[in-house]
C-alpha cells in the first residue's frame, strides 16, 4: 500500500505500550520472534481488512486510469475500429495495480515519480526521502503540481470512505459480540445499552432511566460554515462507494462471479466519474445552495435513521424490562443556520430566509407524501371508523364526489390518481379514507409551498393544507390508536409508527430555521428609531436606562413606527426591520431561536423581543444570546442576572412558547480571542454560574453550544465534550451544532447517523454527571488559563510584525480565492481582531502546524511544573473529566503537528526578518510537547489511542507531499500581481487534499 502498511505497523511498535501489536512487531525486528498473543491476532484483524479495502479501491483506481489511457491510444492509432474494453477484474491484482503506474499516460514522469516517493516516504519519514520529494516537486510544473495533488487528495478521499466503513464495520462486529472494543475510540461505553448498564451499576433503577430518556431532546443543528469542500456531486459518488463496501462485506458469500464483476466495475465507474469531475466550485456556494445541501442530508440519511434509532431505544427498553417510548417523546430534533445566519454574511436576505423556509415545508411534504401513498399499501384494513376517525373524516371531506355502491350497502368515494387496481376506495377500508385526503392536502401544500419558495404567489385554492405540524400529526395518531384499540398493536408498530417519529422529529419545516444576527446591527436599527422620535441616540444611553426604556416599550400597546419605508434608515437597518417582518408574516413554528452574536448585555436580548413586537410576531421567537470573547463569557452571568430580575422577561416565556432560558456559547471566537486554555475554563466557569442563576430564579435552562468541527474551535469527539461538561448544565437537554464540513462524517449514511447518535451522552451527562472539582483543581485551573492567556495574547496581538509571519507562513490571504462558503472571512475591515475563527484556524491546518490549539497551553503547564505542582496535574488529569479531555484534545492535535512541514512553508515562504517569530512558536511547540508527556505519562503522543494514531499514520504519506506541493505554489502565486487561473486551481487542489488528510478544514 505504498508502503503504508509497513509504516503503520512499525509505528504500532510503541502504540500500546505493553503488550498488543506494537510490542509484538517490535520483537520481531529485533529477532526475538514471540509469538503473537489472542490480542495481537485480534489487531491484525482491526487493521487487515481496512488495508485491503484501501488496496483495493487504489489498485481498480489506478487501473481505471490504465485502461482509460489504453483507450485512447487504441483510438488515435485505430480510429475506425470500434472495440469495447474489457473491464473484466477478476484477475486483477489489486495489490500490483495500487504501486504499478506503468501505462497512465495522463500522468507525467514527475507525477509518477512524487506518488512512488510518497510510498517510500511512508516507509521511513525519513528527512532524506522528504527532501527527494522536495527535489522533484521544485522542478515540477504547476500543471503537475494540479495532477499530482488531485491524485493524492484522491487517494486521501478513498482512505476516509474505507476508514469510516471500517469504523461501521467494527460497530457492527461490537454489536454482535464478536469482539471486544480495545479503545473508547471505538466508543465502548457510548451504546445505549452500555450506557443502561453503567446506570443501574451507579444504583439507578429502570423506571428512573426510562422517565429521564422520555424527557430527553437533543437538538441537532446545521450550519452551512465551514462549507463543505467537496461537492455533492462528488459526495454522492463516494456514497456509492460506501455501499458498495458494505455489500462486498454483507453479500460476500452470496456473490455470483458475474455479480463481483459488476460490482467492482460499479467501484470503478464511480472511482473514474470522481476523477472526471471538476471537484472544485467555479463559482461561490449562495446561502440557498448551502441550504439545499443541508435538506439534502436530511432526506438522504436522517429521514430513515431517525426512526430505526427510536427502535434501537425501544429495544433496549424492553430488555432493561420496562416499557417502550412514549408516543409524545421527542429525543431528536433538528435546526439549521442555512440561510437564517446574516451574521457579518450580507447574502442571507430576508427574502432568502423567507424562500428557504418554504423550501424546507415543500421538501418535507414531499416525503410525507412518499410516505402516506406507502401508508395506503400497508394500512388497508376494513372495518368500521373509529370515532375520532370518524369525527376528522367530517371535517376533512374535501367536497369530493359520493357516489352508491352497487349493493346499496355503502357508500363509494371517488379518488384522484389512486394507484391501485381500481379508482374506487369503499368505506369500509377507513384508514385508506384518511390517507387519501392527506395526501390531497399534501398535493396541495406541495404545490403552495414550492411557488413560495421561489418567490412567486401560490396558486389560488379553496382548500386545506397543512401549516402546522400538530395537523399533520393529529391523522395519523388518530390512526394508530384505533389501531391499538382493535388490538391490532403489531400493525400500528410498523411504517406508521416510523411515520409519527418521523412527524415529531421533523415537524412540517424538517429542520426549524434559527435566525442570527450582530447585537451591533439591532443597535444600530435602535438609534434609528429613538433618532426618529426624537429621543436621541439609542447607543449613547446607558445600560440601565437601555432596559428600562426597553421594557416599558414591551409593555405599551402603542406601536413605535408604521410603516418601515417611512423610517429614515440604512440599507443594512431596512434589512434587519425587514427579516423581522419575514418572521411575522411567515409564524414562529418555522423558526427556532434568535440567535444574536457578539451579546455582551441585557438589553442586547430585549431589543430583539421589542423589534418582534413592533413588527407583528404574536408569537416571538426565543431569543438566545451567544456569548463568545473572553471578557463577554466572564460578563454573561450578569447580564442574566439583570433578564431574570426584569418583571416583563420573567412572565415572557408564555409569549414565547418555552418554559426555558437558551443561552448560546460560542467555543471558536473564545479561543481566537484568549487561548486553548483560558477559552475552555471560561466556558466552564459560566456554565457553571449560568446554572447557578437558573436554578436560584427558577427558570429553566438550555445551553446551545456552538462547537466547530476542529478541536481549535471547540470540536473533537462528542461524548468527551458532553461528559466533562460542569454538573448540571446538561439537564436532559442539548442543543449543539453540527458544522458544514462534519455533516457528511456524522450523517453521510444511515450507518454514520446510528453511531453519531449513540455517542451523545446527554442521559449519562444529566443522571451521572461529574463531580465538581475541588478548590485545589480550580486554583490550579485559575493560574493556567491567566497564564496561557497571557503568553497567547503576548504572541498574537501584542508581538509586533506577527500580523505579517500569520499571513506569510499561511495560506490565509490566498484561502480567500476559494468558493468554499457564501460568507466573507472577515465580518468588517481589521486584523486579527476582525478575522472570524474559521479562517484562522483554517489557514494554521493548511500549514499543519495548528498554533492556536495549543500556544499558551506549554507555558501555562510548564510553569505549575517548574513549580512543583507536576503531581497535583498527573491528579487533575485522573480524577477531573474535563481537564482530562482538555489534555488528551490537545495531545491529539499536537500528534498532528508536523515541525518539518511547517518549517517547509516558513523556509519557502516567510521573509528573513520574521523568522525569529517563527523560533519563539517552535520553542512554544517543544514546550507543550514535553508538558503534555509529562502529565499523561506516555512517552509518545497517542500511544493510548492506537484508533486515531493510525488516522494519522495512514494519511502521512500523501499529506507531507501535499504541503509541499502547495507551498511551491503559494510561493508562486505571491511571485506575481494577479495569480492565473492554472496557479488558483492547482492552489485549490492542494487546499482540498490537506483538508482531507486533516480530516477538516478548520
Wanted: charged share 25%; glycine share 6%.
Amino acid at each position: 500500500l505504498l508502503g503504508v502498511r509497513d509504516d503503520l505497523e512499525m509505528a504500532g511498535a510503541g502504540d500500546r505500550g505493553e503488550g498488543g501489536l506494537g510490542t509484538w512487531l517490535a520483537d520481531h525486528a529485533s529477532g526475538s520472534g514471540a509469538a503473537p498473543s489472542s490480542e495481537e491476532d485480534e489487531m491484525r484483524t482491526r487493521i487487515n481488512p481496512l488495508l485491503e479495502d484501501m488496496q483495493m479501491l487504489r489498485g481498480l483506481f489506478f487501473d481505471s486510469l490504465r485502461k482509460g489511457c489504453e483507450d485512447m491510444r487504441r483510438m488515435k492509432t485505430q480510429p475506425s475500429v470500434y472495440a469495447e474494453h474489457d473491464y473484466n477484474t477478476s484477475n486483477l491484482d489489486c495489490d500490483k495495480a495500487a504501486i504499478d503506474l506503468d501505462g497512465i499516460d495522463c500522468l507525467s514522469d514527475n507525477v509518477k515519480q512524487i506518488i512512488q516517493l510518497s510510498g517510500e516516504y511512508g516507509k521511513d519519514h525519513s528527512q532524506e526521502c522528504l527532501q527527494k520529494i522536495i527535489a522533484v516537486v521544485d522542478k515540477a510544473s504547476i500543471d503537475e503540481v494540479k495532477v499530482v495533488a488531485r491524485v493524492l487528495s484522491e487517494l486521501l478521499s478513498q482512505i476516509n470512505l474505507c476508514e469510516r466503513h471500517h469504523r461501521y464495520r467494527r460497530w457492527a462486529m461490537y454489536k454482535r459480540h464478536e469482539i471486544p472494543i480495545l479503545h473508547f475510540s471505538d466508543g465502548q461505553n457510548h451504546q445505549v445499552e452500555e450506557c443502561f448498564k453503567m446506570l443501574l451499576e451507579k444504583g439507578f433503577t429502570p423506571t428512573k432511566i426510562r422517565e429521564s430518556l422520555c424527557k430527553q431532546n437533543l437538538e441537532l443543528v446545521f450550519t452551512a460554515h465551514p462549507t463543505q469542500s467537496i461537492r455533492r456531486s462528488v459526495l454522492k459518488k463516494f456514497k456509492l462507494l460506501d455501499a458498495g463496501l458494505e455489500t462486498k462485506d454483507n453479500q460476500a458469500e452470496m456473490l455470483t462471479p458475474l455479480m463481483r464483476e459488476r460490482l467492482f466495475m460499479s467501484f470503478q465507474q464511480n472511482l473514474l466519474a470522481i476523477w472526471r469531475t471538476n471537484n472544485m466550485r467555479k463559482i461561490k456556494p449562495t446561502p440557498e445552495d448551502e441550504a439545499r445541501y443541508g435538506l439534502s442530508v436530511v432526506e438522504e440519511t436522517l429521514w430513515n435513521a431517525v426512526p430505526e434509532h427510536y427502535r434501537i431505544i425501544d429495544e433496549s427498553l424492553r430488555r432493561l424490562g420496562t416499557g417502550t417510548l412514549p408516543m409524545d417523546t421527542r429525543l431528536i430534533t433538528l435546526g439549521s443556520w442555512m440561510g437564517g445566519d446574516r451574521d457579518g454574511n450580507p447574502f442571507v436576505t430576508h427574502d432568502i430566509t423567507k424562500r428557504i423556509v418554504y423550501l424546507s415545508q415543500m421538501r418535507a411534504c414531499k416525503l410525507y407524501y412518499t410516505e402516506v401513498e406507502n401508508l395506503l399499501w400497508s394500512l388497508s384494513m376494513q372495518g368500521p371508523a373509529s370515532e375520532p376517525m370518524k369525527a376528522w373524516l367530517a371535517n376533512h371531506q374535501e367536497g369530493e364526489v359520493m357516489v352508491p355502491n352497487d349493493d346499496h350497502t355503502a357508500a363509494v368515494q371517488q379518488t384522484k390518481h389512486w394507484d391501485f387496481y381500481r379508482q374506487e376506495q369503499t368505506y369500509n377500508e377507513p384508514f385508506r379514507q384518511i390517507l387519501v385526503i392527506m395526501r390531497v392536502i399534501l398535493e396541495r401544500t406541495i404545490k403552495r409551498t414550492e411557488a413560495l419558495s421561489v418567490g412567486k404567489e401560490p396558486p389560488a385554492t379553496s382548500g386545506f393544507t397543512f401549516t402546522r405540524t400538530e395537523q399533520l400529526l393529529e391523522p395519523l395518531m388518530i390512526m394508530y390508536e384505533a389501531l391499538e384499540a382493535r388490538g391490532d398493536i403489531l400493525l400500528a408498530n410498523g411504517p406508521l409508527k416510523d411515520l409519527i417519529r418521523r412527524v415529531q422529529t421533523f415537524g412540517i419545516n424538517l429542520v426549524r430555521l434559527d435566525i442570527r444576527q450582530e447585537s451591533t446591527r439591532h443597535e444600530e436599527v435602535m438609534d434609528a428609531i429613538t433618532s426618529y422620535m426624537g429621543l436621541g441616540q439609542y447607543g449613547t444611553w446607558p445600560e440601565e436606562t437601555k432596559v428600562q426604556w426597553l421594557t416599558n416599550e414591551l409593555i405599551s400597546k402603542r406601536p413605535l413606527i408604521g410603516d418601515i419605508d417611512d423610517l429614515p434608515c440604512s440599507p443594512e437597518v431596512k434589512e434587519a426591520l425587514q427579516t423581522f417582518k419575514v418572521i411575522a408574516e411567515v409564524g414562529s413554528e418555522a423558526f427556532g431561536a434568535y440567535i444574536i452574536s457578539m451579546a455582551q448585555s441585557a438589553s442586547d436580548v430585549l431589543e430583539v423581543h421589542l423589534l418582534q413586537k413592533e413588527m407583528g410576531s404574536k408569537r416571538h421567537l426565543r431569543v438566545a444570546p451567544l456569548f463568545e470573547t473572553k471578557q463577554d463569557l466572564i460578563a454573561s452571568p450578569a447580564a442574566l442576572k439583570q433578564l431574570y430580575m426584569n418583571d416583563w422577561y420573567r412572565q415572557h416565556f408564555t409569549l414565547v412558547g418555552t418554559d426555558y432560558q437558551e443561552v448560546m456559547l460560542g467555543y471558536s471566537d473564545s479561543a481566537k480571542d484568549a487561548g486553548r486554555f483560558t477559552s475552555v475554563w471560561e466556558l466552564y466557569k459560566a456554565q457553571e454560574e449560568i446554572v447557578r442563576l437558573s436554578k436560584e430564579y427558577k427558570i429553566p435552562l438550555n445551553l446551545f453550544h456552538g462547537r466547530g468541527g476542529s478541536v481549535g474551535r471547540g470540536g473533537g469527539p462528542q461524548y468527551l465534550a458532553i461528559l466533562s461538561q460542569p454538573a448540571g448544565s446538561i439537564n436532559g437537554k442539548l442543543r449543539v451544532t453540527i458544522q458544514g464540513e462534519v455533516i457528511e462524517n456524522y450523517f453521510g449514511t444511515a450507518r454514520a447517523c446510528e453511531l453519531t447518535f449513540e455517542r451523545y451522552g446527554v442521559l449519562q451527562a444529566t443522571l451521572a454527571p461529574p463531580s465538581a472539582p475541588s478548590a485545589e483543581f480550580r486554583d490550579a485551573m485559575q493560574r493556567m488559563s491567566e497564564c496561557g492567556c497571557a503568553a497567547y495574547r503576548k504572541m498574537v496581538y501584542d508581538t509586533p510584525n506577527f500580523v505579517d509571519y500569520f499571513r506569510a507562513i499561511t495560506p490565509e490571504q490566498e484561502l480567500k480565492l476559494l468558493n468554499f462558503g457564501s460568507r466573507p472571512s472577515k465580518r468588517k475591515a481589521g486584523g486579527i481582531e476582525t478575522l472570524r475563527a474559521i479562517p484562522w484556524m483554517f489557514a494554521w491546518t493548511q500549514t499543519r502546524l495548528h498554533m492556536p490549539v495549543w500556544y499558551g497551553v506549554g507555558t501555562a503547564l510548564n510553569e505549575e511544573i517548574e513549580a512543583g505542582r507536576l503531581a497535583d496535574l498527573k491528579e487533575m488529569y485522573d480524577k477531573w473529566p474535563f481537564f482530562q479531555s482538555t489534555i488528551e484534545l490537545v495531545e491529539a492535535v499536537l500528534a498532528k503537528v508536523d515541525t518539518s512541514i511547517a518549517k517547509v512553508y516558513e523556509q519557502m515562504l516567510v521573509p528573513a526578518p520574521l523568522m525569529h517569530i517563527g523560533e519563539s512558536v517552535f520553542i512554544e511547540l517543544e514546550t507543550t510537547i514535553k508538558c503534555v508527556k509529562l502529565i499523561t505519562g506516555r512517552d509518545l503522543l497517542l500511544a493510548n489511542n492506537p484508533v486515531i494514531k493510525r488516522m494519522y499514520d495512514l494519511r502521512k504519506p500523501m499529506t507531507d507531499p501535499l504541503n509541499i506541493l502547495q507551498a511551491k505554489v503559494l510561493k508562486e502565486m505571491r511571485a506575481v500581481e494577479v495569480p492565473t487561473a492554472e496557479l488558483q486551481e492547482s492552489f485549490a487542489a492542494t487546499v482540498q487534499g490537506i483538508a482531507a488528510g486533516m480530516g477538516w478544514t478548520g
